[in-house]
Each structure stands twice: as structure tokens, then as C-alpha cells.
């Protein structure tokens, strides 16, 4: 049994590129950006920056297309391709690995954005800790023989 299977949670480098291609389908290419912090041998704190490139078609090609943009952050699901070509300019093979997403969920909204959506979710009121109820639990024990269940 084999499996390629990539999950990823990162920020997109760039704004995603959508375009269509000769059968009419949406294509879209973007990058992420995934960190991961680590110690090295002496005992002190790396950070280490990874760059991955997504491809994601049809449907989902136009929403995020649309929805997102540099700096947004983004969960893509998919597999690993690596193509290549002969690049003529320099009469070598080229190589690109790529993740080809099924599934992609947007991630949080920042609260610096300027798309509608965000916008309006930041101008929801947020609860205070006065205003949420709490459940106001009775005094006298319980008895297990008076739950009906």
C-alpha cells in the first residue's frame, strides 16, 4: 500500500494567480509558507521557514482565487506531484514539486483586512465575561434513582 498524502497549514506568500486553461478550466497556483521552531545543538531556538507550491482546480480554484490573498492563512489537503520540463533558455530539465490540493478551508480572517466579510465580523460586539450566562446549579443533592434514563 502506498500513500502521498499532504496536509499544510501556512500563510499565502503571494496573491493566488487564477486562469483558465484551453478545456476551460479554472486553475489556480499559489504559495504558502509553513514555520516550525526547533533547538539546535547548543540548546537555542531556531525558526525555520518551509515554501510550498499549491495548485487547486475547478470550483475551489475560484473561491480562494477570489476569497484570498498575501498573508492569508489557509489549510490545503492534497497530494505531492513533481513535473518537469526541458527548459530551452538554458538546454536543461527543470523540476517542480507541487501540491495538487483536494481540500482547502480558510483559515482565520486578520483583523487588519480590508475584504467585506472580515470587515463585518469585526464590527460583531463581543460578548463581555458579565454578559454570558452560567448555569446556576441546585443546592440539594441528586438523586440517580430520579433520572429517567
Known sequence: MYLNKAILIGNLTRDPELKAIPSGNKVCTFSIATN????????VRQEKTDYHNIV???KT???????MKKGSQILVEGRMETRSWDDAATNTKKYRTEIIADTVQFGSKSTGTSTPSSASSSSKPQAKEEDIGTIDYPEEQINAEDIPF
Open 36 to 43: 516550525r521552531t526547533y533547538k539546535d545543538a547548543n540548546g
Open 61 to 67: 480554484a475560484e473561491n480562494v482565487a477570489t476569497y
Open 56 to 58: 487547486v482546480w475547478g
